[in-house]
């Protein structure tokens, strides 16, 4: 009894076996990128009012509140900050191309390049709600332990949140920037909000930290190697029913062939 049979070894096709022929494939190639971390602490500084809505506290959904009679010297403090985008403390956005930048082609650079100005968001959705954007817009919710305070919570809009990001990047041509253009990629996150009162103004600071990365990019045509169709007769054909083949073998043995019946010699 010698060795079992084992199944034939499936040779790769080799690309000497087909004729070279070049094809273009439009794709999008990334010209340049850079990756900066930023953090920044963003500013709210609001007035208490005499009489009426003394605070002008919102909703998680940024609906005024109708009854706020806060006042200065009130025990408030920051129980966290939401991105209005999403409503959670991190948030990842691709834009392409970011809503808000400008370029300036640089003369006589070798190789070529352009001044970038972009205005990177924690979110993508434009649409402004009273005086913020939702893109740009972080809700702070407030405490107010004092007794007899209507309400009790709520949050305040803090905006814009955004970094400005000013780079010399790669440019091929000065006159493709309708060809070329910028894509942006951050990861923000909240780190921290804080609380104070100066007299009659209450000051609500957030830590904001992001991830981001500024590419410059354009849908370009590239030269590759084909070595032709793709012979798709190689890859055996699905049943209609995958049990049906599976039923249909034959049962295996439990008890496989022990080693030394491997190589117990041919009888003569």
């Not at 070049?22 to 009489?51: H, P, T």
């Not at 650079?109 to 740009?136: L, S």
């Not at 809700?139 to 332990?145: A, D, P, S």
């Not at 007299?199 to 190697?225: C, D, H, P, Y």
């Amino acid at each position: 009894m010698g060795l079992p049979d084992f199944p034939r070894v499936q040779k790769p096709i080799k690309p000497l076996d087909f004729q070279c022929e070049c094809v273009c494939v439009e794709v999008q190639k990334i010209l340049d990128g850079r990756k900066q971390k930023e953090c920044q602490v963003f500013v709210s500084n609001v007035n208490f009012a005499l009489v009426g809505l003394t605070l002008p506290l919102v909703d998680e959904d940024q609906n005024p509140l109708l009854i706020v009679n806060w006042l200065p010297g009130d025990d408030i403090s920051c129980a966290g900050a939401v991105f209005k985008q999403n409503r959670k403390t991190q948030i990842f956005v691709i834009e392409k191309p970011p809503q808000d930048f400008t370029v300036t082609p640089l003369p006589d650079t070798d190789p070529p390049a352009a001044e970038i100005t972009v205005v990177v968001t924690p979110g993508t959705d434009p649409t402004p709600i009273n005086t913020c954007r939702v893109k740009d817009t972080i809700l702070v919710e407030l405490v107010n332990n004092t007794p007899l305070r209507i309400p009790t919570r709520g949050f305040l809009e803090v905006c814009p949140i955004l970094f400005v990001k000013d780079l010399i990047m790669f440019w091929p041509d000065p006159e493709q920037i309708g060809l070329v253009s910028v894509k942006t990629e951050s990861s923000w996150e909240i780190i921290d909000c804080t609380v104070q009162q100066f007299l009659n103004v209450l000051r609500v600071e957030v830590s904001v930290g992001a991830f981001i990365i500024v590419k410059t990019w354009a849908e370009a045509q590239l030269v590759m190697t084909s070595y032709g169709e793709c012979d798709w007769e190689l890859i055996p054909p699905l049943e209609d029913n995958a049990c049906a083949g599976f039923i249909q073998r034959q049962f295996p043995p439990f008890n496989p062939a022990q080693l030394q019946d491997f190589f117990r010699p041919p009888s003569a």
